[in-house]
């Protein structure tokens, strides 16, 4: 194993330990922030200033969280609710960036893998299925990981409007139970204030 493939593998490793499994969409997600950071780094030389915008919500997301330090808390990861497995890593300052997009077929499992998994979440597989299940994924995510970059994924510049900071405001209590609340969040309902939760 060379250096960098023993980094590689640990890498992956430092997601599975984030994400608390090993999975063909974490895989997913780390080849793609892998290849965006990448990018970046060699259209520009800084990454302090990234943000991460995702499509999904699934598996990948950990993965962009633990390489690029893009979070929720930081303000800088931010999720459109598409329920695509992109990503768009770009530089928060000038808006340029790349989109990364998992291309049609890239994640499909076969119709054995298909059963296995739907057995699974039924609850209703054996011991020998969940091994031969944990076997099936583990060689999917191997193969994601292990294939051409531009096999599975479309790679593209984009050159956006920069995405706006983390607001911060002062909260204000909910009219109904009291608790500090953001007021650009609160909405309006028969004449008082309310918190999201509450409406
Ligand atoms: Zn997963
Ligand atoms: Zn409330």
């Not at 997913?28 to 970046?40: N, T």
């Not at 303000?75 to 998992?102: C, E, M, P, S, W």
């Not at 944990?134 to 292990?146: E, F, P, S, T, V």
Request: hydrophobic fraction near 35%.
């Amino acid at each position: 194993m060379t250096d960098e493939q023993r980094e590689d593998r640990e890498e992956f490793e430092r997601c599975a330990d984030f994400h608390g499994h090993v999975c063909p969409g974490l895989a997913v997600g780390y080849r793609a922030a892998k290849a965006g950071m990448a990018w970046l780094r060699q259209h520009r030389a800084e990454d302090e200033e990234m943000v991460a915008v995702v499509e999904t919500d699934a598996c990948g997301v950990d993965a962009v969280q633990v390489l690029t330090g893009c979070t929720f808390g930081k303000g800088n990861l931010i999720h459109r609710d598409y329920g695509k497995q992109a990503f768009t890593l770009l530089d928060r300052t000038t808006g340029k960036g790349v989109r990364l997009a998992l291309k049609g077929g890239a994640l499909a499992l076969d119709d054995e893998h298909r059963v296995l998994l739907r057995k699974i979440r039924e609850g209703t597989a054996t011991e020998e299925e969940r091994e031969t299940f944990r076997h099936r994924h583990r060689r999917k995510c191997d193969q994601i990981l292990a294939a051409p970059f531009e096999m599975i994924f479309s790679l593209e510049p984009v050159d956006v409007e920069p995405p706006a900071g983390a607001i911060i405001e002062d909260s204000v209590p909910c009219e109904a139970c009291g608790e500090p609340t953001m007021p650009s969040k609160m909405v309006e309902s028969a004449g008082r204030r309310l918190c999201r939760g509450c409406l």
